[in-house]
C-alpha cells in the first residue's frame, strides 16, 4: 500500500516524499482512512510503530476544508504527558504543514517556562498541542478559547488518564464542545483507557497493531545478573567493550540519574542526566546534543521514555527496573525503530530477578541472561 493510496491530498504527498517516506506503516494503514472519514479512533501500537503521522496527516488534510476561525479559537487540540512528546509532536505537524494551501500554525505550550511569551504566540493556532495543566493556565488567563474545536487528541492516552492526571483531564473535557471527533493512542489498553474509550467515543473504530506487526523482533533484549555495587562498573565496561557512541540509559529516581551521569563523566564518559527537576532549557539543549551525537550517554528518568524520539538509536540500558511492565515497553521502545535494528540491556539484581520475570511475562518474550561474575570488570 502507498500514502497515494491513502487519499491524502498533493501538498500531502509531496511532504512525504520530500521527507523520504515511501510506505505508511500499519497503524497508518488503518487510521488515516478512519479518521479521514470523521470517525472517533482508539489506536493501540507499541511504541515507534508511526502512531503520530497516522493522526498527524490526516488532521491536517481536515484543516484544508475548514474555514478559518477566529483568533485564539484553535481547532485542534492534541494532549500529552510530557513536555518533551509536546514539542516532539509538534514538530511532525510543523514538518508536515509547511506546504499546506493555507496559513498554518501549530505550537507546542507546557509547563517549567514562562507562561506569558506563550500567551502571545497563541495568536492564529490552529493546531495547539498541550500539557494539561499549562493548557488550564492558559484557559483561566483566557489566552486561547475552545469553542472551534473539531478535533481532540489524545497521545499517549494511558498516561493521560491515569490516576495523576484525571482530575486536569476532567476539567478540560468539561471546556470543550460536545460535537468533535476524538482520537485516542495509547501502547496497551489499560483499564483507565477502558473506561475513558466508553465515556468519550462514539462508535469508535479500534485499530490494535499486533507487536510482530511492529518488528518488535529488530529490539535484541539481553539481561545481566548484577551485584548493585558492580552497576556503575558493568555500565562502563558494557559502553567501552561495545564501543557503544549513543546509549540512553534509564534510572528509576532522579537521584540516581544523576549519580550514574555524574560517574560517567568522571570516568571520560561524556553523559548528562535529564527529568523533571532540570529547567526545560537544560532539557531542551541535553536533548539536543543527544540527538547530534555530542554526547555519548543520556540518563533518563521514565517520565522521559515517551518524549525521546531518535530514529536510529542503538542502544537502551535499563539501569534500574521500571516498576511497571507497560514502562518497560515504552523505554525499549525508544530503540529498533524505523526499521533499523537496536539493542535493549537490562541490568538484574537479585532482588529485582523475579520483577524481571513478571515483566518478561506479560512482554510474552524470555530474555537471554548472562552472569556479570564471569565478566572482567577490573579497573572500570
Do not use: C, W
Request: hydrophobic share 40%; no cysteine; proline share 5%.
Amino acid at each position: 500500500m502507498s500514502f497515494a493510496s491513502l487519499k491524502l491530498s498533493s501538498h500531502l504527498l509531496n511532504s512525504l516524499e520530500k521527507h523520504g517516506f515511501t510506505k505508511p506503516y500499519p497503524i497508518q494503514e488503518q487510521a488515516i482512512p478512519a479518521i479521514l472519514d470523521g470517525k472517533d479512533v482508539l489506536g493501540l501500537a507499541q511504541t515507534g510503530s508511526g502512531k503520530t503521522a497516522s493522526y498527524v496527516l490526516p488532521v491536517l488534510m481536515q484543516l484544508e476544508k475548514q474555514t478559518p476561525t477566529r483568533n485564539r479559537h484553535i481547532n485542534v487540540l492534541v494532549m500529552v504527558p510530557t513536555r518533551e512528546l509536546a514539542i516532539q509532536v509538534e514538530a511532525v505537524f510543523s514538518q508536515f504543514g509547511v506546504d499546506l494551501p493555507f496559513p498554518f500554525k501549530s505550537m507546542a505550550v507546557f509547563g517549567g517556562v514562562s507562561i506569558n511569551p506563550q500567551m502571545k504566540a497563541l495568536q492564529n493556532v490552529n493546531v495547539l498541542v498541550a500539557t494539561p495543566g499549562r493548557l488550564l493556565e492558559l484557559s483561566e488567563s483566557k489566552a486561547l478559547h475552545f469553542s472551534s474545536v473539531t478535533t481532540l487528541i489524545l497521545d499517549e492516552a494511558d498516561k493521560l488518564l491515569n490516576l495523576g492526571f484525571k482530575a486536569e483531564m476532567d476539567r478540560i473535557f468539561a471546556l470543550l464542545p460536545r460535537k468533535r471527533q476524538n482520537l485516542l493512542f495509547s501502547a496497551t489498553l489499560s483499564p483507565d483507557v477502558k473506561s475513558m474509550e466508553q465515556v468519550l467515543l462514539n462508535n469508535p473504530v479500534v485499530i490494535a497493531i499486533a507487536p510482530d506487526q511492529e518488528r518488535t523482533e529488530l529490539i535484541n533484549q539481553v539481561g545481566y545478573f548484577v551485584k548493585d555495587e558492580k552497576k556503575g562498573p558493568l555500565l562502563r565496561y558494557l559502553i567501552k567493550e561495545k564501543k557503544m557512541d549513543q546509549v540512553l540509559v534509564f534510572t528509576s529516581s532522579v537521584y540516581q540519574a544523576d549519580l550514574v551521569a555524574d560517574k560517567l563523566q568522571n570516568n571520560g564518559i561524556s553523559a548528562r542526566a535529564i527529568h523533571s527537576k532540570k529547567s526545560q532549557g537544560n532539557r531542551t539543549e541535553t536533548l539536543h546534543y543527544f540527538k547530534q551525537g555530542e554526547i555519548t550517554v543520556l540518563v533518563a528518568t521514565d517520565l522521559l521514555s515517551r518524549g525521546i524520539d531518535i530514529e536510529f538509536l542503538p542502544y537502551v540500558i535499563n539501569y534500574e527496573l521500571p516498576r511497571s511492565p507497560k514502562d518497560f515497553v515504552h523505554r525499549i521502545g525508544r530503540t529498533g525503530r524505523a526499521e533499523n535494528p537496536g539493542e535493549a540491556i537490562t541490568f538484574v539484581t537479585e532482588e529485582g530477578a523475579h520483577h524481571f520475570k513478571v515483566i518478561q511475562k506479560k512482554m510474552k518474550a524470555v530474555v537471554t541472561m548472562i552472569d556479570s561474575e564471569n565478566l572482567d570488570l577490573q579497573g572500570f
